[in-house]
């Protein structure tokens, strides 16, 4: 066990060594620079201080040890130079620090007018972020250009999230009533994690996903291709994307498999029992309130979790979902095997 | 001293009015039940809080458990999908209720109402706090509340974290109506018993004791009852408002109505973080007392830590925004509380330069009090330390609501508040039951502490700069090698921890019976017998000089002028 621990540290230690330091994950962003200097700054202070005082207390507790009944104490009470000293030496390193911290703050704050604009909509648990300008959409992947401003901005559809790309060292809480965001420029082509930071609820340990940094040629096939394109409504397939691409799936299984949310597959036309012991068959027009006003009616045994899908989604895309629901059929497994 | 005989040895052999203690004084259930001593209210606390500590603990066990790989295993049931889904709502209520049950039942009553109860009239010299049966009312009333607590957790839980941040909080179907209701009540314990402390300073220090000769423990139960006045009912009224606000919809916090979460979140910190200072400043009273006694030195700038105890309380009022700095308050909002934030950090770093200090040229004595006081400035520094990186605003961004920030508040409440409060239990043990516990077997507890409790947090700083985001039940492969050490850690902690309990419960019988002063300490809870009478004094006594002032002091030295 030892072992294979070690092994696994010592593993950790070289990655983290080849991606960034051992302190920090890949530097990806301009800001990564200047936020890893300044924890290093205070990494050195911290280090420096704290040895400083072990080394002394350690050297007081062995030096003057008891080892004698009769010993003497000194009878020193105070000293206004050394406490004058020691108030004073930190007061400044502390101004330094906040000064450091503030500049590179306003900065982060400043946002260049040329920045493509990317609309990032947490939701329990997935994250769409969209494109408007390229009229794409993409679930739990943010893809972005290597060397170029970005500006996100950053919302919520229920309760609070907040957006974290680690090698960015950027975050900012989603909230459900206002737009946040900030800017970044990304210095390093690859694929990086972004989690959510802000607990909210059930699934918020698996609400992450991935950052994909690509230079300027993988940035325009990107642009070019069909990857998070806006949907077709007459594909056949268009209701399981819109499934996928309003986070649906995140809570709702097609297999059978019981998640936060009762499975959908071989439900319509099925008769579900209510919380209120209601029996309601499952028709267009239930799957409709069920969506649009989620906590009307909840099926026994799961717990009122789904937020309200009313305004976000235009009859089209209604309709697609039910569409999809009800060609899942009764064919597939029952829903609690 | 005083005309009360403090010098080392007990005063037992000849006493002529050797009485019963405080213990054997009354008998039977209904005389701890109503009683309106301080010391035995005190002692039902230590039992009340010790039995929180004991549940939470076991639930920070069952986090490190289930964090010891990255997948959902431990509190899972088999490796399906739905299996996952519900482990990580088991998970989230049990993190939650870890930490609502450290925080509002063990660390803000841990330290004020068990020993500021049991000690803050003996080192004053009175026979009681001001208001006797008050404090008793205060003990019912934390009872109340814990039982609201503990109803939250057999219905059905909570899971919204400890902070109960909206809009979360309004819609989750676990039981928040009875846990605000139940912080709400315990909100009331707490400011009657700051209230009772400051009145009993106030108005109840013996003949003599002017301000400056007071112990420090005094001067920090002081700011902190000051805090616990000012700032708990805050905390009442945001906790009614989301009470409110589940209940009749008021819409002040929702934002589908049109309110706002992250006025919640204002709101809360306004209390919350003052009541971090609630939990520690008592912890810096108590290293005061342990390094002065066992080193025989008199306090290093007693001033400068009293007053910095006061500022501390005062500033802590005004930095609650750097909880929220990627919240989405201004960005002008960020800068003034990261500034606020520094100016904090400075009486601290005061303190421990001070009790640093205090060791020169001192009579160090490696026993299991003094061994806890050293563990303190090693953990507190470093909790303290990592407290700059999360004050610099850009820093902070990343790394906000990371393990970073996880490890940084266990190092001040567990590394300092915790390492205090155990410092205080074996420093005042002898005093409190009129036993010695066995020295050796605390010094192997403290050693067992310490090592367990720096190998379970200290990985979670890397972890966090790493970019491990907190409150996840499952994570990343690249993590597993951190979070299993830490995991490991946590073994040893609760390893020391039991073991600290079993010698110190194994005291009573088999300990040797202590002197009235075995430490051969100069503060007043000293000069009584151990353990105290009723009335904690024949007599009351008058005081003529400050409470560090050991007869180990080489006053040749202080004549000669010699600094």
């Not at chain 2, 964090?67 to 299996?83: I, K, N, S, Y």
């Amino acid at each position: 066990m030892t072992l294979s621990l070690l092994g696994k540290l010592g593993g950790g230690l070289v990655l983290a060594e080849a991606q960034g330091g051992f302190w920090m994950p890949p530097k990806a962003s301009t800001f990564a620079e200047g936020v890893d200097g300044l924890f290093d700054f205070i990494l050195i202070l911290s280090i420096v201080f704290f040895v400083g005082l072990m080394a002394l207390m350690v050297y007081f507790a062995v030096k003057y040890r008891r080892t004698h009944v009769e010993q003497k104490t000194s009878p020193l009470k105070h000293s206004f130079k050394l406490e004058f000293l020691w108030s004073a030496i930190p007061t400044v390193l502390l101004l330094v620090i906040f000064a450091w911290g503030q500049r590179d703050f306003i900065l982060m704050n400043a946002v260049p007018d040329s920045a493509l604009d990317v609309r990032v909509t947490g939701q329990k648990w997935s994250w769409s972020i969209g494109y408007p300008s390229l009229g794409k959409e993409c679930q739990n992947k943010l893809v972005v250009p290597l060397g170029e401003p970005v500006k996100l901005t950053i919302s919520s559809v229920d309760v609070l999230h907040s957006f974290w790309i680690p090698a960015f060292r950027l975050k900012r809480d989603a909230l459900p009533n206002k737009y946040t965001g900030y800017w970044f420029e990304a210095t390093q082509t690859g694929d990086f994690p972004l989690y959510c930071a802000e607990y909210c609820g059930t699934d918020h340990s698996v609400m992450t996903g991935r950052v994909q940094v690509l230079d300027a040629e993988a940035w325009k096939a990107w642009v070019a291709s069909d990857d998070c394109a806006g949907l077709d409504p007459t594909a056949a397939d268009y209701g399981e994307k819109l499934f996928v691409k309003y986070g649906c799936n995140a809570c709702h299984s097609v297999e059978g498999v019981r998640l936060v949310g009762p499975p959908l597959n071989g439900i319509y036309g099925k008769p579900e029992t209510m919380q209120d012991g209601s029996q309601v068959t499952v028709d267009d027009n239930y799957l409709r309130e069920a969506i649009l006003d989620p906590n009307a009616s909840i099926v026994q045994g799961f717990a009122p979790a789904m937020p309200t899908f009313q305004g976000r989604l235009t009859d089209q895309e209604l309709n697609g979902i039910i569409d999809y629901i009800k060609q899942l059929g009764g064919d597939a497994a029952p829903a609690n095997p | 001293m005083s005309s009360t005989t403090i010098d080392g040895t007990a005063p037992d052999h000849g006493a002529p009015h050797e009485e019963v203690d405080y213990i054997r004084a009354k008998k039977g259930i209904k005389s701890w039940l109503f009683t309106v001593d301080h010391k035995r209210i005190g002692l039902m606390y230590l039992a009340a809080v010790s039995l929180f500590f004991l549940f939470a603990g076991v639930l920070a066990i069952i986090v490190r458990l289930e964090l010891l790989t990255p997948m959902m295993d431990f509190l899972a049931d088999g490796d399906a999908p739905e299996a996952a889904a519900k482990a990580r709502d088991v998970y989230n209520q049990v993190f939650t209720l870890h930490g609502a049950a450290m925080v509002f039942l063990f660390i803000i009553p841990s330290i004020p109402a068990t020993l500021g109860n049991f000690f803050l009239p003996l080192m004053v010299g009175a026979k009681d706090v001001a208001f006797p049966k008050l404090n008793l009312a205060s003990f019912y009333i934390y009872v109340i509340g814990a039982c609201f607590l503990l109803y939250a957790i057999l219905t059905t839980g909570l899971d919204t974290g400890w902070t109960f941040y909206t809009p979360y909080s309004i819609e989750t179907g676990t039981a928040v109506m009875a846990s605000t209701m139940g912080a709400f009540i315990l909100g009331f314990s707490s400011i009657l018993t700051g209230l009772n402390f400051i009145v009993t300073i106030h108005k109840m220090r013996a003949p003599g004791m002017t301000w400056t000769r007071m112990p420090l423990f005094l001067w920090a139960i002081y700011s902190t009852s000051v805090i616990q006045i000012l700032a708990t009912p805050v905390l009442a009224i945001t906790l009614l408002l989301l009470f409110f606000e589940r209940a009749f919809g008021v819409g002040i916090f929702d934002p589908a109505m049109g309110g706002d979460p992250v006025l919640y979140q204002h709101f809360f910190w306004f209390y919350s973080h003052p009541a971090v200072y609630i939990m520690i400043l008592p912890g810096f009273g108590v290293i005061s007392e342990i390094i002065c006694v066992h080193s025989k030195k008199h306090i290093f700038g007693y001033k400068a830590i009293a007053l910095s105890s006061l500022a501390i309380a005062i500033i802590s009022f005004l930095v609650w925004g750097h909880h929220m700095f990627v919240s989405g308050q201004s960005e002008f909002a960020g800068v003034l509380f990261s500034f606020l934030t520094f100016a904090v950090a400075v009486p601290t770093a005061i303190k421990v330069f001070s009790w640093i200090a205090t060791l020169y040229g001192g009579a160090i004595t490696f026993n299991t009090p003094m061994m806890y006081g050293l563990i303190f400035l090693f953990t507190f520094t470093i909790g303290g330390l990592t407290g700059l990186f999360l004050g610099a605003l850009t820093v902070d961004v990343h790394l906000h609501d990371s393990y970073f920030v996880v490890a940084h508040f266990h190092y001040v409440m567990m590394g300092g508040t915790v390492i205090a409060f155990l410092g205080a239990l074996h420093h005042w043990w002898p005093k409190m039951f009129g036993k010695m516990y066995n020295e050796k077997a605390g010094i192997l507890g403290s050693l067992l502490v310490f090592v367990g409790f720096n190998l379970t947090f200290f990985p979670q700083f890397m972890l966090g700069s790493r970019g491990m985001p907190r409150r996840y039940a499952s994570y990343d492969a690249e993590f597993e090698g951190l979070h299993a050490l830490s995991t490991y850690g946590s073994w040893i902690l609760a390893l020391g921890l039991t073991w600290t309990a079993v010698y110190l419960i194994a005291s009573f019988w088999t300990g040797k019976k202590a002197a009235a002063n075995p430490w051969g300490a100069a503060s007043l809870e000293w000069a009584t017998q151990s353990p105290p009478i009723e009335h904690n004094f024949h007599e009351t006594p008058h005081v003529d000089a400050d409470p560090y002032n050991f007869k180990e002091i080489d006053r040749s030295q202080a004549a000669a002028g010699h600094h």
